[in-house]
Nanobody
Framework: QVQLVESGGGLVQAGGSLRLSCAPSGRTHSNSAMGWFRQAPGKEREFVAAVSWSGGFTKYAESVKGRFAISRDNAENMLYLQMNSLKPEDTAAYYC??????????????WGRGTQVAVSS
């Protein structure tokens, strides 16, 4: 069974940067769009960013636009989230997710277990 495995979380001071990575343990649906979501304590899981299979299309939540960048390396089967200018409100568990289609539409069908990001003020 395919699993998504996130890494790169940790504790960082406000204004700092982190780079999250996501690697499938097996082969996902071919040509899948991918995304990042996050869930803060006591809050609903929310969308952060998504990228099409080709990498040519990306979309972001308003709260992270200009600070976060999603990218993928299909040759290495990896997904990344570069997070800059981190704020305490970015503190959350971050989840990697795979969509069925090549574009990030609808809901993901596959989720990782998450990696924790904590931003201190």
């Amino acid at each position: 069974q395919v699993q998504l495995v996130e890494s790169g979380g940790g504790l960082v001071q406000a204004g700092g940067s982190l780079r999250l990575s996501c690697a499938p343990s097996g082969r996902t649906h071919s040509n899948s769009a991918m995304g990042w979501f996050r869930q803060a304590p006591g809050k609903e899981r929310e969308f952060v960013a998504a990228v099409s299979w080709s990498g040519g299309f990306t979309k972001y939540a308003e709260s992270v636009k200009g600070r976060f960048a999603i990218s993928r390396d299909n040759a290495e089967n990896m997904l990344y989230l570069q997070m800059n200018s981190l704020k305490p409100e970015d503190t959350a568990a971050y989840y990697c997710a795979a969509y069925g289609p090549a574009m990030p539409v609808g809901s993901p069908y596959l989720w990782g277990r998450g990696t924790q990001v904590a931003v201190s003020s």
